[in-house]
């Protein structure tokens, strides 16, 4: 901790466990109330699950108030991520305080499990992860200059989740200048059948997101040139497109202008104009409205005073899209970086369950896209399960977006490429 203090004047964090808690109130480092767990997580490279409990005098059983699978988001560096966690711990308190006094959470309350992971917290544990610091950072200066890190491309195929293995074709790239990547892809499809694909593109020259355009030509059997279609002074990403009283509206993802914002498509697919400001002073990320034919709900991730706005989802919902916007009583509905973010659309499968594409954000952002099977979904309650994982094809570290439309779905996956020489990507499966 001092050496990393040193070397990137880093602010050491003072690590406290006197939280002023009622009584029989305890708070859970990867199941121990020992803040050394949480210090050996962090040590390991692992992202550490904190839990607020409760546990009356005389029950042999304890509630879960309040937890989070935290998102470290570079587990080299200890003091920020320490800082992280002690931050996430005091809101987590104020959760489990608010909790302890609404009475919609009574029935909602889970059985705190035993730990999963042991407190192991040594001098070589502390050795160890210094000297890995010390290898991967020299290992980085020297391979930046070699390759282009977290490079993002898309690709789409003519077969969805729904079909076969033997029904699947394979992945096809869409092609990118060198200069710059394409990811967050949203199909649209016209009335007149023809399929549109908004993303995020982001010149290297630049380093700040517009919103760009292709279509699909049945005749030549692939895509339009890519034509930018809505630039801010501030970065956009994440296009989500939905249609309301006969018009297509848009909302890209404008975090860095502390906004949520609506854009309506003027001369569609071309010409957009601000439509209306649905939050203001938020860092509100990857908006995704979701229509259940009475209802709108709004998913999105929130940074939690100053964290990481990629481990924890909020939902809103309102009786049209441009009305008050009401937050539900169980935010954040999610608190784990593995399956919190979103990716995508809501959509109904083959077995009409409504899924809910999120980001596995665990080991690094964007490493993969779980498919969540959306149980409950009310004013009052939220509950959700895993189904399936989306890993990237092999060649690739990272998948964060899934769209379908009709017989097309759409996916980025993100890889390091050479910063030199003809882009190649590496085969795809069908799988």
Sequence with gaps: ??????LYRTPVPSIKTADNLPPFMAVLYDGDTNIHALCSALLHGRSPVMQVIYQPAGSGEALVL???RIAIPDKNFFCLSIALCLQRRSSLIERALDRMNDSIWLDQFAIA???ANGC???????????ARHVARMVLNQGTKRIFRRHHWAMWYRKTSTNSTAAQRTEWL??????????ADPFLWKDPQGVKHLFFEELPYDTNKGVISHVSFDTVLNGWTQATR???????????????FDASVYMIPESSANNTIEVYRAVRFPFEWTLHAVMMRDVTAVDTTLHYDGKTWWLFTSMADKGGSNWDELSIF????????????????VVSDCSTARMAGNLFTDHENRLIRPAQDCE???????????????SKTAYEERVVSTELPARGYTGRHTWNECGEFSVTDQKLDVLRWGPRRYPHQPRK
Excluded: C, K, Q
């Design 317 to 332: 919902y309102a009786d049209d899209p441009f009305g008050e916007w009401t937050p539900h009583p169980m935010n954040p």
């Design 120 to 130: 192991e917290l040594s001098s070589a544990t502390v050795l160890h992860f210094a």
């Design 229 to 243: 279609v809505l630039e801010r002074s501030y970065h956009l990403s994440y296009p989500f497109i939905f249609s």
């Design 66 to 68: 309040a937890e989070s």
């Design 113 to 115: 499990e035993p730990p």
């Design 363 to 377: 080991r690094e952002y964007g490493a993969a896209i779980r498919f969540n099977e959306v149980v409950v979904l």
């Design 173 to 182: 790239a869409i092609p990118a200048a060198d200069d710059r990547f394409y």
């Design 1 to 6: 901790m001092l050496l990393e203090h040193r």
